[in-house]
């Protein structure tokens, strides 16, 4: 039975919250190939030749530590969002690594270790997995820019010659991840452990309406094609239009805005905004894009407005491999009994893409107060070591 070394573990996660730690709460702003993201990852491929793995960089900046045998894969992504929580992503790593040591010390099963690039989705949408497991072409994934024009293109190059091949799949014969929930399920129920069963799909698109600017206090209000208007009308509409499609799991945000000219004085004559929806259903992720496009252009008309759609992104939803589940139903229902359930993934993760190539599964455990995405996202350390006992277990039981 392998025993992980719960200090260690704990550890290695401080010391890797160190790279890009904010200055509020336990936080870090570590977005994908930042100098905090890339010594980040110079680290852990320090911590991964340590453990005795083979430690390799592909052409995106995925790093992963390769057992010399075919083996299960475990990890997640380390870089952050813009104001991101030091457990997201982390925490699969750090576990991930913390068993290798483990198996390794104690002649235990090969176990590899991945930490995936941009999952947080700077340029893409788990934009390091998606080109890995073919979801997404390098070639088309260079062409993509985060929101200040850099290229996803020039954003890696920044990695120089740490590079390699892509690493083949067939390499491993599953794919686990411990992640936190970031939700409130399991901490408002007292439970310890979610297995996952299935991860929602998701579609980014933005939309700009343009209508003209002018000044604020000599052009009157029926004489404007105030683009703020336009939007604040859209939301109304679309959340009206919404209702009839939509179940109480179906999520949907406008997270970002960008006015302009963004002046108090100024009548704005643009707005870009993101436009996020996720659901459990394919089906129903094509009918909100219906809704969302035929919403936008009533809007365009009526508030005679110029509308543009950017390029659709996203991911469908995925169901979890069965065997590797019941391996973590098993192990969780010994060491966390009665304080476990198995749950849909309502955040996107990189095991949606890695889902297309081999086996995969997902375990969770808690978020305080169900925050995350935030500076101020926790667990408690206890959870965590719960966590990563669990998916110990899982590994000794699928060896
Ligand atoms: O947005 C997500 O669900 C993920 O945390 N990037
Ligand atoms: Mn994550
Ligand atoms: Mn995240």
Redo the contacts with the bound molecule.
Sequence with gaps: MLQVNPERFLKTLHQLREFGAARVGKGVVRPAYSPQDIAARDWIAQQIRSAGLDARFDPVGNLFGLATDKSLLLGSHTDS?PEGGWL??ALGVMAALEITRASKEQGGPPVSVVNFQD???RFG??TGSAVWSGQLSLESADQLEDRSGISFSDARKTLGDRCGDFIDPRHFNGFVEMHIE?GPSLDRAWQKIGVVTDIVG?RDLNITFCGAQNHAGTTPMDARQDAFQALAKFNQLLNDRFRNIVTPQTVWTIGHVALHPNAASIVPGKVMFSMQW?DGDAHRLLQMENVVRDTASDIARDQNMALSFGVMRGLDPVAMDEKLQQALQTSAGEIAPNAWRSMV?????DATNVAALMPTAMLFVPSINGI??DFCEDTSEDDLVVGLRVLARAVDRLS
């Design positions: 969002q997201d992503g999952e947080e989705g949408v788990t970031q998701i996720r993934s309502g955040a996107l993760h995350s995405h």
